[in-house]
Structure formats: C-alpha cells, structure tokens
C-alpha cells in the first residue's frame, strides 16, 4: 500500500489495523523503528506517510470513506478443527469481510490481496452481498476482485516498483478497469493481466507451488550430486542455461523457508483432496516432505561429520532468518536444523545480522542460555546432555572454541569473511558447513578447515 501511495499521489491510501501498538510503530517519526524490515520500505513510507499515506487504527471510519478496500490479513495454515495442517485459517479474511460489509457506504470494491485458497471470493461475496440487503435501508453494494501479490521479501520493493506482472480476477470490468487504472500509473498496460477470480486465486498458489517444486527439484539433484561426484552449482548452470528451464530458483540450499511456500503448497494438496484428485495432492505434497527431509538431512549429515555425536560440542550456526535481507524467520530452514542440533545436545551460539534473540527463542521454544565459559579441553563433550543455545553478536565470538560452523542464511557479510583468521579460533579438527554456497572453498581448505557445501560432491 506505501507503493501505491507512493506511485499515486493523487490518491489517499489509509492503513487501518486493530492493534494500536503496530500502528504507532508505523507512524513512528524514526523510520528504522518501522515493524517490517524492508530494504527501502523507509524511504517509500518516508516520502508518502502524512501526505497520502495514513496508519490508523479508525477501521469503520476508513471502511465508510473508501472506494475500495484491500483485504490484507493473514491467512496462516489451519492448527486445529477440519483442514488442520494445511487449510489455510480463513477467520480473519471472514472477520474483515464482515466488518466490510457493516462500514461499507455507497459502492465498494473489495480487493482479496491475501493468498487464499480458490473459490474463498465466493464466500467474501457472500458476506457482502447480505449486507447489500441489509434492514437497516442503508444503500450499499459491491464488486469482489482477488488481486494477489507476487513480492518477495527483501526485495519487495523493487518487486513492486517494476513487476513482472500485476494479476486483478474478477467478474465486473468496471471495477477490473478502476484497480488496473492504479496500477497503470507506473505500471507497463500490457503486464496488467485480467482473468476470473477463480483463475486468479489459482495462479497465486499455483506460482508459489511451481517455485517451491524448483527448489525441492535443485536440493534433490544436490543430494544426488554429493553422492556420485557432480556439483549441484554446476549442473544448476548447465539446466539453467536452456530458456525452457531458466537460471532463476535452481540454488540448492538448506531448504526453503518463509511464510508462503509450505502453507500455500499445502493450502494446494488439501484443495486437491477436497475436489477428489488424491494422486495430485500426493504429487503437490511431496514438494514439501523433500524440503523437510533436506533440513533434517543437513543437521544428520553435521552429527556424522562430527565423530557421530555433538552432545556438548560448540557449533556456531550463521543465519537464522529464513533469506537474507529480511528479519522474517517463519519456517526458516535454521528452526529444523537448530532444533535437530539441539536434541542430539549440541551448545548453539547463533548469529544473525538481524533476527533478535526473543524471535530465535520463541523459535526454538527455548530460552537461550547465557554462553558457556570457553572450554578446550577434552572432556568438554562429556560434560552436558541438554541442547542450549546463546545469541551471539559477532561471528568471531560465535566460532570462538567452535567445532563447527554452520552457514544457514546467505547474508552478504557472511560472503566477506577472512577465514585465515577465523579458523584458529576454533577447536581443531573443525569443520564449515556451508548450506548457502556463499564462502569460497579454497580460501576456507587452505585456512585448514575441513569443508562442506550443498551439493558438492567428492571427485
Ligand atoms: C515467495 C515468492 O517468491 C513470491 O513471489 C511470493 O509473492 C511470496 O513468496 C508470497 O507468497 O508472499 P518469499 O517467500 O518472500 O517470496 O521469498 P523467496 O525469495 O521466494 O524465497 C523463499 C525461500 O526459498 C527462501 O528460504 C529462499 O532462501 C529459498 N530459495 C529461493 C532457495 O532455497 N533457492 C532458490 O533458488 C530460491
């Protein structure tokens, strides 16, 4: 929406959230103080906030002066009840709909900005069109339109400004025509693509599904290459230059993590099994179990490098936010690993250039310890069984006394590392895991540290 406001001067965009709290950091007049880390998302909000652009928590007021409202809650996947484990939660969407549907004045139109599962428009405009009869004589109407966002975080700026397309579903042209008419005042005519609203809610979890089988394909191809020989960066180059293929989602990594591609993918698999297509949820479905599967085969593969146990040994885990650029850690790869880690008992100190320690405890449903006292000596292993981990502010102090370091987020700083002087600080034999691909192996060998990298093989 600070996009919008941004590119649409002419038009006044209100923010509205029930929590007064969010709302006051996003009116905070320190713009590094803004809830969501976002490169350039200060400078945008910056440019537009108090003159367009407007946080309030005034829900009915806003709702009553608008000419469209965007739904943009969260739809996370179900925990319990019918669905649970992969039906996304739809009691926000609801909930917004019908408050919609009570503020609303003249003519509306209702943009669905959250992913949602296909046909969810439908019950929208239920809700919508009950009110459209309401008893109390109040002159209302509305046009539903699913208008799903393709950002990716961390650069979702930039995705915004120059996207590779804008998608608007929906079944009255009149209302198509206004939302695309905002779009169009940055954005190329013919990248505004039109369809049903069907069609449209398809295409969001169809895209995050087909990205997401990319991934899982590359990290299968990687496990593959680490046996035989093959170097998944090379073969990833080899397929990637054929145009039906193409370079982009082929890095083989720790896994995918965010909080889109396994809830949208799951969100897929359910919908699959609720319209009788069973083989095609399963084919959906193993997208997701190979992602799993490369998370806990990366902690496995750590434990047996190390002499087959870490109980009390010191790893230093670099990254925990689940890409770089981003403080979001939902389903990152690093909550999986660490936790595996913990449960065999290892001393985790876990840096992150952004992620604050409250956030990896919550994740990790731990507290963190306070960090050890430096201990080299042999006997550290047999000391303690209990998994605990600290935050670590810098990466030498993680790696002090370490056995091991494990490169779990492609942060840049992590690519500049000088690793002749990194290395003696830990205790040898040590060992660097690189799950990102980002440090550069012969710089790492001739510091004298045993090396692994996704799919490298050994020739
Ligand atoms: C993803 C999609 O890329 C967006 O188009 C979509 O709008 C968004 O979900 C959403 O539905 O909101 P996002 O999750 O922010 O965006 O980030 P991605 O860049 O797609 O990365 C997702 C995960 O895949 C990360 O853990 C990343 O490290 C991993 N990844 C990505 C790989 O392991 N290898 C790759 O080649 C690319």
Redesign the pocket.
Known sequence: MAVIADRCPDLQVTVVDINQDRIDAWNDSDLSKLPVYEPGLDAVVGRARGRNLHFSTGVDEAIASADMVFISVNTPTKTRGLGAGQASDLRWVEACARQVAKSAVGHTIVVEKS?LPVRTAEAVKAILSAAEHSVDGSQRSFSVLSN?????????IS?LESPDRVLIGGEHPEAIESLASIYGHWVAHERILRTNLWSSELS?LT??AF??Q??SS??SVAALCEATGADVREVARAIGTDSRIGP??????????????QK?ILNLVYLCRHFGLPDVADYWESVVQLNTWQQHRIARMVVKKLFGTVTGKRLAILGFA???D?N?TR???AIRIAKDLLEEGAQLAVHDPKVDSEQIARDLQLPASTAPAVDSGPTRAALSGEGTWWPSDDVASALREADAVIIL??WNQYRDLDWSVLAPLMRQPAWLFDA?SVVNPSEVRAAGLNFWRVGEGQS
């Not at 799903?148 to 979702?156: C, D, K, N, S």
């Not at 982009?248 to 591609?261: E, M, N, R, T, W």
């Open positions: 992913t799903p966002e393709f950002l990716a975080e961390g650069t979702a995705d969001k895209a995050n990205l997401a990319r991934i590359i990290n982009k989602f082929l890095q083989a990594g720790p896994g995918f993590g965010g909080s889109c591609f949208d689940f890409k770089a981003t979001d389903e990152a790869p987020t492609e990102r």
